[in-house]
């Protein structure tokens, strides 16, 4: 049996932390604002992923109102949604994403990301699309106050 999930996030991007996507740190003069490190892309993935489950939403189980989520590194999110999803005999097949952002330019940084998130998924790296795009300067993202993410992903029984 296979089974398809969408996942989407959204995190401000504000002075003082650092910018976390898919699981590397990239150098950048503003990073994502959150209750974890904000990992946007590991965020859409995981929400996607518990979506075809059918085991609810990353806020569900992981709630920004606990003291154990507390700047959680979001590979660790990732790692137990895998978990998760392995309790109802899925694995994950494929997953295909898309980050929003006008800075910084994230194509260099794509294979990292690519092979982080096939490490933490269990996954070989063909196996994790990641794509970049802007907003063409519309919306909060044209005005750089923030970073999204969407994801789609294919699991597997």
């Known amino acids: 049996m ?31 604002l959150g209750h974890s490190d904000a990992d946007v892309l590991i965020h859409a993935v995981a929400d996607a992923l518990l979506g075809a489950a059918n085991m609810r939403d990353i ?34 097949g494929n997953i295909d994403a898309t980050v929003c952002a006008e800075k910084p330019k994230l194509n ?17 790296a063909d196996c994790v699309s990641i794509k970049a795009t802007t907003t063409e300067k519309l919306g909060f993202t044209g005005r750089m106050e923030g970073i999204s993410a969407y994801a789609t992903v294919l699991i597997e029984k």
């Open 59 to 92: 806020g569900y189980h992981f709630p920004d109102t606990s003291d154990d989520t507390l700047d959680m590194d979001s590979k660790v999110i990732l790692r137990e949604v895998v978990g998760l999803i392995a309790t109802k005999g899925y694995r994950v």
């Open 108 to 124: 260099p940084h794509i294979p990292a990301m690519q092979q982080c998130m096939a490490d933490v998924l269990g996954i070989d």
């Open 2 to 32: 296979i089974r398809v999930g969408f996942g989407y996030d959204v995190h401000q991007l504000v002075e003082g932390r650092a910018l976390w996507l898919g699981g590397i740190k990239i150098a950048h003069d503003r990073g994502l």
